[in-house]
């Protein structure tokens, strides 16, 4: 009887012992694993987040941390200011460009690049090499094609028989140079739509074809439905970025002339660099940041209530 029990229980360590090792390795190592990348975000990301809340209740002194208690005093100056409201209308502007003018191509690469039979690696990459080249070489380029006197627009121009411009130093017609070089289309968006387009089951395509639905019927009652999924991702990070636009309009125009390309993030670069306001450019940054969180969940409510 003895013998008996000793080996039940003989059996029973190692099966304790490998139910103990299943546990480490699925339980505990994925968060050890995630450790270090969370704590670099919550130092690196969180943290500056509530210091900006925190400084944006301050006419910040970086000798005489944190300097003198305003309260909302930054906020009620900032939004009293016609210079900060003119900003947003930039931005918005921006947002409806970028999204008019620009989102919906690479969806459109992508369908005509999964419809070619051969050289299909070949199309790929030359859609990726644009996005290698850096942002600096990029807005050279383009600001030799909109120069007044000696770029390719006004020569264009001529030849339709149309007024030469002054394209960058119009108020009217900057913001459509600066969002135009995205109309080109390519980069990482188009190898994203064409990855979740061949992702789509081969036998609902076969089936779809079965039943006469082609050409364009599929694209729209198959394809596009399919990966509405990414669509919607592509959407929220293209608002994200528009509402956070800097680098092009700074490098462009500097925010001008008259201001007209100024945006929420030249704005809030001007108050940190320019002004060394940091209480107004935190903020600022406070505002942009509440402003892009609404309309990101107004977005993801609104594709939940699709869904339903």
């Known amino acids: 009887m003895k013998s008996t029990q000793t080996g039940a229980q003989t059996g029973l360590a190692p099966r304790a012992a490998k139910e103990r090792g299943y546990f480490l390795r699925q339980k505990i190592t994925p ?25 944006s209740f301050f006419n910040y002194d970086p000798i005489r941390q944190p300097g003198e208690f305003v309260g909302l005093g930054n906020y009620r100056t ?25 989102f919906f191509i690479p969806i459109i690469q992508a369908l005509f690049l999964n419809e070619i039979r051969r050289c299909k690696s070949a199309f ?59 109309v080109i289309g390519g980069g990482i968006a188009v190898l994203l739509y064409l990855s979740a387009i061949q992702g789509i089951s081969p036998d609902m395509m076969e089936s779809a074809a079965i039943d006469g639905c082609t050409g364009w019927k599929r694209i729209f009652y198959i394809t596009l439905p399919n990966i509405r999924f990414i669509i919607f991702i592509q959407l929220i990070m293209a608002v994200s970025s528009a509402m ?48 892009v969180m609404a309309i990101t969940l107004l977005q993801m409510r609104f594709e939940n209530a699709e869904r339903e």
């Not at 850096?134 to 383009?142: E, G, Q």
């Not at 030849?159 to 394209?167: E, S, V």
């Not at 001007?270 to 406070?286: I, L, M, Q």
């Open 31 to 55: 968060w050890l694993i995630l450790l270090l990348p969370m704590a670099f975000t919550l130092w690196l990301k969180y943290i500056p987040i509530l210091r900006a809340v925190y400084i």
């Open 78 to 102: 900032m939004f009293s200011t016609r210079y900060y409201w003119e900003a947003w209308g930039n931005t918005f502007v921006f947002l409806a460009l970028q999204i008019g003018m620009t």
């Open 124 to 182: 790929s990459t030359m859609y990726l090499l644009p996005t290698l080249i850096p942002t600096t070489i990029n807005v050279i380029i383009w600001r030799w094609v909109w120069h007044p006197d000696y770029g390719v627009a006004n020569a264009l121009a001529k030849l339709l028989g149309a007024q030469p411009q002054t394209w960058l130093s119009d108020p009217s017609l900057v913001k459509f140079c600066i969002v135009f070089p995205g």
């Open 244 to 291: 956070q636009m800097l680098d092009a309009p700074y490098m462009f125009a500097a925010g001008g002339p008259s201001g007209a390309s100024t945006t929420q993030g030249i704005y809030i670069y001007n108050a940190f660099n320019r002004d060394y306001n940091y209480g107004r450019g935190s903020a600022a940054s406070v505002v942009l940041l509440l402003a």
